[in-house]
């Protein structure tokens, strides 16, 4: 994911979160946050293996 992207995402959803914490339901928040950021991990990890087994492919 691009970081243009994430970060317009991130101010998209700036203003729900930052209401659910004045509502002091900022664990929901802090677990949305998670949620957004171990999907983005598991895209860029994907892409990464699949870059590594395509380069180690090319050698043998």
């Known amino acids: 994911m ?3 992207y994430m970060i317009i995402v991130l ?3 700036a ?10 339901l900022g664990a929901i928040s802090f ?3 998670a949620i ?3 999907v983005i991990t598991i895209k860029e990890t994907k892409k ?3 870059k590594k087994n395509h ?3 090319e050698t043998d």
Do not use: A, G
């Open 15 to 24: 203003w729900p979160l930052y209401y659910l914490y004045e509502m002091q």
């Open 55 to 57: 380069n180690h492919d």
């Open 31 to 33: 677990l949305l946050l």
């Open 11 to 13: 101010i998209i959803f």
């Open 2 to 4: 691009k970081v243009s």
């Open 36 to 38: 957004f950021f171990l």
């Open 48 to 50: 990464f293996k699949e």
